[in-house]
């Protein structure tokens, strides 16, 4: 029998953190990411069902919200990306197991957590940051803010919360981006 042990994005066994000035870049790879897209016909049951799943709102266009355990984000017309941490003790309660169950054939529901990498970035000086990394208009990404960008030629997700940000990026591609987010933080601080 193999001895198999989870590795991170990063390819390790703990999570990668790096503290450059004021701010702080952390690989999380403690939450499940699933895309939930609304059926032809769907869409306003898929919404309010999305809604008493998060407990708030589902996003709007570009917008990205936080219910007491899952968070979701827009990502297209009638589609989202919802995320919550793993129950690895119980695959039976396993995100897109839970989401397919409660969205029945009003969605279709994929689970993303094996293609997306996510950094969680903290401190000041954000925008200078981001500013370096992505042709975003940080002046306009406000709190709750959901973008589809591109940061080191890699297709990513930037959700501003608060004093943070988060950047799902390609798993494929993670010591890229990684690199990418350190660099800048570097050359910005």
């Not at 069902?49 to 936080?66: E, K, R, W, Y």
């Not at 979701?72 to 003790?89: K, S």
């Amino acid at each position: 029998m193999h001895d198999l042990a989870p590795l991170t994005a990063l390819g390790a066994t703990a999570p990668q953190c790096d503290t450059i000035g004021p701010v702080t870049i952390t690989e999380n790879p403690d939450r499940a990411l699933v895309s939930v897209a609304a059926r032809m016909g769907q869409d306003a049951a898929c919404i309010k069902a999305l809604t008493a799943i998060l407990g708030t709102s589902a996003p709007d266009v570009a917008q990205f919200v936080q219910g007491p355990a899952l968070g979701a984000f827009w990502t297209a017309q009638y589609c989202w990306m919802v995320d919550g941490p793993y129950d690895l003790d119980d695959p039976q309660t396993d995100l897109d197991s839970r989401l397919k169950a409660e969205l029945g054939d009003m969605a279709s529901v994929t689970d993303q957590s094996g293609a997306w990498v996510r950094f969680d970035v903290q401190g000041d000086g954000l925008d200078a940051l981001f500013e370096r990394l992505c042709n975003l208009d940080m002046a306009r990404m406000t709190d709750g803010a959901a973008r589809r960008t591109v940061i080191d030629h890699l297709g990513c997700f930037v959700l501003r919360h608060g004093r943070g940000m988060t950047v799902y990026g390609p798993r494929s591609a993670a010591q890229s981006l990684h690199h990418a987010l350190v660099t800048a933080a570097r050359s910005a601080f």
